[in-house]
């Protein structure tokens, strides 16, 4: 299997399986000198750990992870650098229980990569969907820390804004309560009505889509470029790459086209320090496929977990039409760990863009690029 690597500077490849030994990552361009460490990574992790919650798979899993390369001792700061070498990262699966994936060996589950896996390869690890398993996205996490690194100044957060059918009231968007729900929600009110919700879908052996947006504050104007290396397109494809993803939109998005111009476009003014500000943010921090300095935004749609209790109707890879239903244990909603998989994936994209914008114009940022005015 080819087209396990994306990026071009900070160039990111993932491997392993959800029931292999391990599964972790090689970050290749990170630049040297860089302050890291096991636990600076951890921290991130431990964010998207499965068994958090009744609301998440009970599978326990520590997520470990170790730095098996691309780091050195620094005299001067008495803690790990980078180096400039690749730097390879490992999460072992400690928890597996593939005996829970016997009835479907050779059944597709409905809506899952299954059936299209065995078409392209021929050959399908039928435990827990080998690398068509969310449990992928850990590597990703992983690299996400080594990229928040060369990307000082900047903030990436994530927020569930919608569960199935309930969004968020955004009047009540409140940062801080991220952390004090399982649903990484922003409005403790949804969070409040979305426990009821999804216990209910839970119990009944089902599952539920959601909708997520990632924000990087502090980015710096110029990132991208205006035709084939566009920034909001590798945020996206970025983006669309996680698992369960079915949409991805930047700024006002779909929404955009419900405006005129007058309402679309995002006026400008001179700030008292003599640079611009934007008295709107409808393009999510990108114009012309480059940042403008204002927030980056962009929201993401996560279906509903394919694997349930529910009988399904599918068939086999004998050529049998086939009824089946899931064991094992599954997220009955997919999307709550997915909010630090889509902020690792943004970070990714940027640290990758800023290094490119370095390489092509030698300049770092926005400080370097005085308002020309007469």
Same mark, same amino acid.
Request: with cysteine; aromatic share 6%; hydrophobic share 35%.
């Given at each position: 299997?080819?087209h ?18 391990a ?7 990170? @630049?040297?000198g ?24 009970q599978?326990?899993?520590?997520d ?34 593939s005996?829970? #994936? ?18 392209? #390869?021929?050959?399908r690890? #039928? ?6 398993s ?14 928040r690194?060369?990307? @000082?100044?900047v ?5 569930? *804004? ?5 969004? *968020?009231?955004?009047a ?26 999804l ?23 110029? %990132?991208g ?22 949409g991805?939109?930047i ?30 943010n409808?393009?999510?921090g990108?114009?012309g ?11 993401f749609?996560?279906?509903p ?5 529910t ?13 089946l239903?899931t ?8 999307? *709550? ?17 800023? %290094? ?17 005015r007469?």
């Amino acid at each position: 299997m080819s087209h396990n690597s994306f990026g071009h500077l900070f160039r990111v490849t993932t491997w392993g399986e959800s029931h292999g030994p391990a599964l972790g990552c090689v970050v290749d361009g990170c @630049p040297p000198g860089l302050l890291i460490s096991a636990e600076t990574i951890q921290q991130w992790l431990d964010r998207r750990r499965p068994g958090g919650s009744r609301f998440v798979t009970q599978r326990q899993e520590p997520d470990a992870v170790e730095i098996l390369s691309g780091v050195f001792e620094d005299d001067r700061t008495n803690g790990l650098v980078t180096t400039g070498t690749p730097i390879s990262l490992m999460i072992r699966n400690v928890d597996q229980r593939s005996k829970d #994936y016997g009835d479907i060996r050779d059944r597709y589950r409905p809506g899952h990569a299954d059936y299209v896996y065995d078409m392209k #390869y021929g050959v399908r690890d #039928y435990r827990g969907g080998g690398r068509s398993s969310a449990r992928e996205t850990a590597a990703r996490v992983a690299a996400g820390a080594v990229a928040r690194l060369v990307l @000082p100044g900047v903030t990436i957060r994530g927020a569930m *804004i919608q569960m199935g059918p309930h969004r *968020i009231d955004r009047a009540r968007w409140d940062w801080s309560a991220v952390d004090e729900n399982p649903f990484f929600c922003p409005d403790p009110v949804a969070a409040k009505e979305w426990e009821v919700f999804l216990d209910g879908v839970r119990k009944e052996g089902s599952s539920i889509g959601a909708v997520l947006e990632v924000v990087a504050e502090g980015v710096p104007a110029g %990132l991208g470029a205006p035709v084939y290396a566009k920034l909001d397109q590798d945020i996206c494809s970025a983006l669309m790459s996680i698992n369960a993803v079915k949409g991805v939109e930047i700024g006002d998005g779909f929404a955009s086209a419900t405006l005129s111009g007058e309402d679309n476009a995002d006026e400008m003014r001179l700030g008292a320090n003599g640079q611009p500000v934007f008295l709107s943010n409808h393009a999510g921090g990108i114009l012309g496929g480059i940042s403008t300095g204002e927030p980056i935004v962009a929201r993401f749609a996560i279906k509903p977990t394919s694997s349930i209790l529910t009988h399904r109707r599918s068939i086999s890879a004998t050529g049998e039409e086939v009824d089946l239903r899931t064991k094992g244990r599954h997220d009955p909603c997919v999307g *709550i760990r997915a909010v630090p998989v889509g902020e690792a994936m943004l970070a990714c994209v940027l640290a990758d863009h800023l %290094l490119r914008h370095r390489a092509q114009t030698g300049r770092p940022g926005p400080a370097d690029y005085p308002l020309h005015r007469a």
